[in-house]
Nanobody, 122 residues
């Protein structure tokens, strides 16, 4: 059974870069044909998909966040990492990592981490 666990700082200052890591167990992040995403939920708002890395290492980002977002991976540790630059208080949210089968609906995301709260504040 695959398990995902987010880790990273809970507080980030404005203009800094937010960096979160998702550690995956029970499944290799290079296994065909799984996709590994970052998703966030600001307080009082719905889920927002941020970007994805495929099993082959290719990436795709939300157009609204593309200029500030980068996803990378360390296959030796079975981890993938989110970096979001130039953060503002509007980036305050619970951040999730999740696995999907490549579909475009929330139902296609079958496995999620528990989420980690990130607050952007000086």
């Amino acid at each position: 059974q695959v398990q995902l666990q987010e880790s990273g700082p809970g507080l980030v200052k404005p203009s800094q870069t937010l960096s979160l890591t998702c550690t995956v167990s029970g499944e290799s992040i290079t296994t065909n044909y799984y996709y590994w995403s970052w998703i966030r939920q600001p307080p009082g708002k719905g889920l927002e998909w941020m970007g994805v890395m495929s099993y082959s290492g290719s990436t795709h980002y939300s157009p609204s966040l593309k200029s500030r977002t980068s996803i990378s991976r360390d296959t030796s540790k079975n981890q993938f990492t989110l970096q979001l630059s130039s953060v503002t208080p509007e980036d305050t949210a619970v951040y999730y990592c999740a696995r999907s089968n490549g579909g475009s609906t929330w139902a296609d995301f079958g496995s999620w981490g528990q989420g980690t709260q990130v607050t952007v504040s000086s």
